[in-house]
């Protein structure tokens, strides 16, 4: 089955720094990629995607870009806020049927 | 609010309890799944149902046993749980076609196993 490797697992930035995420897949056949913030105590949201057609797409601090040939898809945030800290997962999946697999998570702090 | 509901939001229970969560979706979605998040784990897939029917279960233990009645609504029985089953238990819910889309989650219920 699919692996996914997110790293790293705590990230800890200044406000207006740009904070990077990096995620490896394994399984060649993923084509869907979305990333999902989770506030403490809430639930997780998806906060972008990116398909495996893409190689790179952005919404507004927020870019994503992938790398089918390495097999690693990394977030990006520029101009970090506080309201940014959370826990961030990437995920992979594949075909018609969304199951996604998930990495393990950075929890993000982002200092005022 | 995402229109994914869970109740309870907060379980404890002894090792010799039997309880339920539920889950509830009102999206119009075809697809429900149950997902366990443990503390500095990734968020384990537990089940899967499409259309009502069970399409993958990984290698979950028989003290975890989950229910489909319609396809708005999913079950997690526990019954003889240990305490390292305690965690947040998350039920997301998707439309399934030929184009990926987003899962979308319930709150959690935060279980303590006692």
């Known amino acids: 089955g699919e692996n996914v490797e997110q790293h790293p697992s705590t990230l800890s930035v200044q406000e207006g720094d740009s904070a990077v995420i990096k995620c490896t897949y394994s399984?060649?056949?993923?084509?869907?990629f979305p990333w999902y913030k989770q506030e403490l105590g809430k639930r997780p949201q998806l906060i972008i995607d990116?398909?495996?057609?893409?190689g790179e797409k952005k919404d507004q601090r927020i870019a994503v870009t992938l790398n089918k040939t390495a097999k690693h898809f990394s977030l990006h945030i520029t101009e970090t806020q506080p309201e940014d800290s959370a826990v961030y997962f990437c995920?992979?999946?594949?075909?018609?049927?969304?199951?996604?697999?998930f990495g393990r998570g950075t929890s993000l702090i982002v200092h005022p | 609010e995402t229109g994914v509901t869970q109740t309870p939001r907060h379980l404890v229970m002894g090792m010799t309890n039997k309880k339920s969560l539920k889950c509830e979706q009102h999206l119009g979605h075809n697809a429900m799944y149950w997902y366990k998040q443990s503390a500095k784990k990734p968020l384990e897939l537990m089940f899967v149902?499409?259309?009502?029917?069970?399409?993958e279960n990984n290698s979950v233990p028989s003290r975890f046993s989950p229910e489909c009645p319609n396809s708005s609504h999913l079950f997690l029985h526990l019954h003889t749980l240990q305490p390292e089953d305690s965690a947040l238990y998350l039920c997301?819910?998707?439309?399934?076609?030929?184009?990926?889309?987003?899962?979308?989650f319930g709150q959690g219920t935060r279980l303590t196993v006692v």
């Open positions: 149902y499409n259309f009502k029917e069970q399409t």
């Open positions: 995920a992979a999946s594949k075909g018609g049927s969304y199951i996604p697999t």
């Open positions: 990116i398909r495996s057609n893409v």
């Open positions: 399984d060649s056949a993923s084509n869907y």
């Open positions: 997301a819910s998707s439309q399934v076609t030929g184009v990926d889309t987003e899962a979308f």
